[in-house]
């Protein structure tokens, strides 16, 4: 089993930087890839970016591209998501995941989620 736990989120105004953690415990993460997704309420969840087991490959969203940036270290057993030039449409819940095995991923943990607040 894998706990996964996010952190980092927050208020912060439009055009601002917020970066979000992940951290976990249980096992290690260097043999899983990792996703973050974002939900509001009453839409679907949306994909926001994904890394692989090693790092050296990531996948973005379209509505982030350029903005968001998504990193990991194996040593701390941490996924990053650095978040910049927000916009109010970026207000979400924001979850990670973890999924064994290549693309496309399939995830099979996930975290509670942390809210992130952009206003304008």
């Known amino acids: 089993q894998v706990q996964l736990v996010e952190s980092g989120g927050g208020l912060v105004q439009a055009g601002g930087s917020l970066r979000l953690s992940c951290a976990a415990s249980?096992?290690?993460?260097?043999?899983?890839?990792m996703g973050w997704f974002r939900q509001v309420p009453e839409k679907e969840r949306e994909f926001v970016a994904a890394?692989?087991?090693?790092?050296?490959?990531?996948s973005y969203g379209d509505s982030v591209k350029g903005r968001f940036t998504i990193s990991r270290d194996n040593a701390k057993n941490t996924v990053y998501l650095q978040m910049n030039s927000l916009k109010p449409e970026d207000t979400a819940v924001y979850y990670c995941?973890?999924?064994?095995?290549?693309?496309?991923?399939?995830?099979?943990?996930w975290g509670q989620g942390t809210q992130v607040t952009v206003s304008s």
């Open positions: 249980g096992r290690t993460l260097r043999y899983y890839y």
């Open positions: 995941a973890a999924g064994a095995g290549g693309w496309p991923i399939r995830y099979d943990y």
């Open positions: 890394i692989s087991s090693s790092g050296s490959s990531t």
